[in-house]
């Protein structure tokens, strides 16, 4: 089951923030998932971790916590903590503790490249402020240090690249105004890569979650984004339309905003939709 994300204060310091937990509360969460998933021992540590970090809510003035020693924050962790940390994993098999192994570092070790190991491990902290700026960064050094795109091609997908939109655009994110600038401008190579070199036969993947987006109230960036990615699909891969007439009904309000644009802009618009007029005369 899918837990909330707890809010929690902040604390000066993440040793603070780990002498804070409440190890009653964490002992009642692995005792109820024990009970609800009983023959899913990896459930409970997944959970378990889960629950810890979404209270570790700490002012850290470095992001990347590259000068504590090792073992930080965990060395601050009371000797209860620990006790029920290590209860987590008591009952698990070899098999099980090796899975819960690969599930944090496999993907990592036989990833294809560079901006693979950002996905997996860096995409879920753009939701964390702290963290935020550090991993816009990254992804800045790693576009410039690695211009042949085309190396990336495989790795992003629909499921990648639209987080990455929401978290650019949508506003009252984690994300700073400034982070969301940077991380915007980031979003059309990261296009490019997802893309690759079969534009005209894969846009059609991507249409329906550009769609879906467009609706009335979104902000105005976000909007003039959507707008330019859905003509594109339109005018560049011809089972767009095909798409967007099984769509209709589900998304009138988007498709309203789309066909009004459209109208609004035809003189500008129309030689770049050519094939997408070319469709409309066959139906």
């Known amino acids: ?142 576009l410039r240090m690695h211009q042949n795109h085309k190396q990336g091609f495989g790795v992003i997908g629909p499921k990648e690249l639209f987080p990455v939109l929401d978290y650019a655009y949508m506003p009252n994110n984690s994300l700073p105004i400034r982070q969301q600038k940077r991380l915007a401008s980031l979003f059309g190579t990261l296009k490019n890569i997802a893309y690759g070199d079969h534009r005209k036969t894969l846009q059609h993947c991507y249409f329906p979650s550009y769609l879906s987006r467009l609706t009335v109230s979104c902000p105005m960036a976000m909007k003039s984004e959507l707008l330019q990615d859905l003509l594109d699909c339109l005018a560049e891969d011809q089972k767009c339309f095909l798409i967007w007439k099984q769509l209709y009904r589900c998304y009138t309000e988007q498709t309203n905003v789309l066909l009004k644009h459209v109208l609004e802009n035809w003189d500008h618009l129309r030689a770049k939709m050519v094939s997408f007029l070319s469709l409309l005369s066959l139906e």
Not at 74 to 98: I, N
Not at 107 to 136: E, N, Q
């Open 1 to 142: 089951m899918k837990r909330k994300a707890m809010k929690c204060p902040f604390h000066p310091s993440m040793e603070r923030a780990v002498a804070s937990l409440d190890v009653a509360n964490l002992r009642g969460a692995l005792h109820r998932d024990k009970e609800e998933h009983p023959t899913c021992p990896c459930e409970w540590v997944k959970n378990l971790a889960f629950e810890i970090n979404s209270r570790l809510q700490a002012f850290e003035p470095e992001n990347v916590l590259c000068s504590h020693p090792v073992g930080y924050p965990l060395r601050a962790a009371s000797k209860d903590l620990k006790t029920v940390m290590k209860a987590s994993f008591r009952h698990l098999s070899p098999v099980h503790l090796e899975n819960i192994f690969e599930h944090c570092l496999d993907k990592i070790a036989a990833s294809t490249g560079k901006i693979a190991v950002w996905f997996i491990l860096m995409l879920p902290a753009l939701g964390v402020k702290r963290l935020s700026g550090y991993t816009v960064s990254y992804l800045e050094q790693l």
